[in-house]
């Protein structure tokens, strides 16, 4: 049990609710409000396997990188709390869970499982060779609501694509934000990010830049999708609290940068979830 909860804190379950309201309003509205209990809790465990897959795997293939940087030198695999094998293991056992929860969903799903699974553990080699590694989390995170849509129903949709657009966006600027605190360690090491390419300042104004654009997503599929002043009164708030969220973080004041990422961005993920399903049903 004390291995099974070490484990857990090295992948950070917790941090499943980053994507998994948005794959969450993606799946209820899909179902037109409707109750799918089944298929709602397929998509959790689907959810949450395939994320504990793709971060198990990043602390294995970053074993070395986190030992050597002192921001993430306490993980469980530089503190030999697990080891590298364990961590293999349990990167395919939930990989192995993510495809027998896929299908059981559907046959669209099973047979976009493996695909899906490629994309969140091929983020963690990106930051080796380009600059734009962000935005391959941002994907990772980006193909949940579509998943999560096609697990309720496999046909395509414009209101899911701006969902994973959306998160997509969003994801990529708030890594940027959390990868200015390892800009100096990163340029030492050669390793590729928005802050090394363009320094912590330039970071910051593209990550901006980037949650903008993430509003005007969200935003433009209300006149597509037909959506009304629920969603669009959430939009407004999610808006805010990006803002709020740059306010944080500054060039020269990096302290804040947790608050930032992990407190803020879960409400975002939330509000967004609530503004959805208030949308739905209120308008009924």
């Known amino acids: 049990m004390r291995k099974l909860l070490v484990m857990l804190e090295m992948i950070k379950i917790q941090h499943s609710l980053f994507a998994l309201p948005f794959a969450a309003a993606a799946a209820i509205v899909a179902a037109g409000g409707g109750w799918k209990g089944k298929e709602y809790g397929l998509i959790l465990v689907a959810m949450v396997t395939a994320r504990a897959a793709a ?69 963690s080699y990106t930051k080796r060779f380009t600059a734009l590694c962000h935005f391959f989390l941002g994907l990772s995170l980006g193909i949940a609501p579509m998943g999560a849509w096609l697990a309720i129903s496999p046909h395509w949709a414009p209101f899911p694509c701006f969902l994973a657009a959306g998160v997509m966006l969003w994801t990529a600027g708030f890594d940027i934000l959390y990868a200015c605190q390892d800009v100096e360690f990163d340029r030492q090491k050669g390793l590729h990010s928005v802050p090394v390419a363009l320094g912590v300042p330039g970071a910051l104004r593209v990550a901006a830049l980037l949650h903008a654009l993430t509003v005007v997503e969200l935003a433009a599929a209300i006149p597509v999708c037909g959506l009304g002043v629920w969603y669009a009164v959430g939009i407004g708030a999610i808006a805010i609290l990006l803002a709020y969220e740059h306010f944080l973080v500054r060039p020269n004041d990096l302290a804040r940068v947790n608050r930032a990422f992990f407190h803020v961005n879960a409400v975002v993920s939330f509000g967004m979830m609530v503004a959805v399903l208030a949308d739905l049903y209120l308008r009924k």
């Open 55 to 123: 971060m198990a795997f990043n602390r294995w293939a970053d074993a070395r990188i986190d030992g050597e940087n002192p921001r993430t030198a306490g993980r469980a695999i530089p503190k030999g709390e697990v080891s590298r094998g364990g961590a293999l293991v349990f990167t395919i056992a939930c990989a192995a869970a993510f495809v027998g929860a896929a299908a059981l969903l559907n046959n669209l799903t099973l047979m976009l499982s493996p695909v899906a699974l490629v994309i969140v553990m091929f983020y």
